[in-house]
């Protein structure tokens, strides 16, 4: 079973619609990482959170640590949006992140 | 400031061919590793560096080699490919806010 599990797996939304994904871990961690890749593209890092809640434009990112689990939102959803994101977490100890497979957004005009 | 670059985007072997696949950081990052990329799968570990000279496996090390003589450059070799070894590549290294920056990535196939 992989440490780090996403859902939902696939997501298409309409434009303009509020999105959420979601990440949840079975270990204990220091910190956890959102990125995003877009088709045939490289992977850019969105946020790195160990506690409470970043925001970033239109993204918003939540941890809650005693319930293993962070999701990140996506307000006013964009087609531009459409790309691959995936969480990942730092384990407490060592230095490794540990990958979900990711969830693949289309956002249709 | 170009971040992480990889060399090349594109690459084709064949089985028993050996390659390497370039690395380069402008950041001054000490954490720099390798991960692969196949079809739902998360990114596995192959090898990471702390620093300069020091080396360690990650998850999935069989069949690649690496070595960090400078804090800029993390070779990835490739000793005798195996079509099991196509996959994308990406390199990246680690800021001191923990975050990784990700090198566009290599897309290898081995025939």
């Known amino acids: 079973k992989n440490e780090v599990e996403q859902s939902p797996q696939n997501l298409t939304a309409q434009e303009g619609e509020f999105i959420t994904i979601n990440c949840s871990y079975s270990?204990?961690?220091?910190?956890l990482h959102w990125l995003q890749q877009h088709p045939g593209g490289g992977i850019v890092s969105l946020f790195m959170?160990?506690?409470g809640k970043k925001k970033h434009g239109r993204l918003i990112a939540t941890i809650n640590i005693q319930e293993k689990h962070s999701s990140l939102h996506i307000t006013a959803s964009h087609p531009r949006d459409s790309a691959v994101y995936i969480c990942?977490?730092?384990?407490?100890?060592?230095?490794?992140?540990?990958f979900g497979t990711g969830t693949s957004l289309t956002v249709i005009p | 400031n170009a971040g992480v670059t990889q060399t090349p985007k594109f690459q084709v072997l064949k089985t028993g061919q050996s390659m390497t696949l370039q690395c380069a950081q402008d950041?001054?990052?000490?954490?720099m590793s390798w991960y692969r990329q196949d079809p739902g799968m998360g990114l596995r570990l192959i090898h990471y560096?702390?620093?300069?000279?020091?080396?360690d496996q990650g998850e999935v090390p069989n069949g690649y080699n690496v070595s960090r003589s400078t804090t800029e450059d993390f070779p990835l070799r490739l000793l005798s490919a195996a079509p099991s070894q196509t996959s994308v590549y990406f390199c990246?290294?680690?800021?001191?806010?923990?975050?990784?920056?990700f090198g566009a990535g290599t897309r290898l196939s081995v025939l």
């Open positions: 990942a977490v730092l384990r407490g100890t060592g230095n490794q992140f540990y």
């Open positions: 959170l160990s506690s």
């Open positions: 990246a290294s680690r800021g001191e806010l923990g975050g990784e920056y």
């Open positions: 560096s702390v620093g300069a000279g020091i080396t």
């Open positions: 950041m001054n990052h000490e954490y």
């Open positions: 270990v204990g961690i220091s910190a």
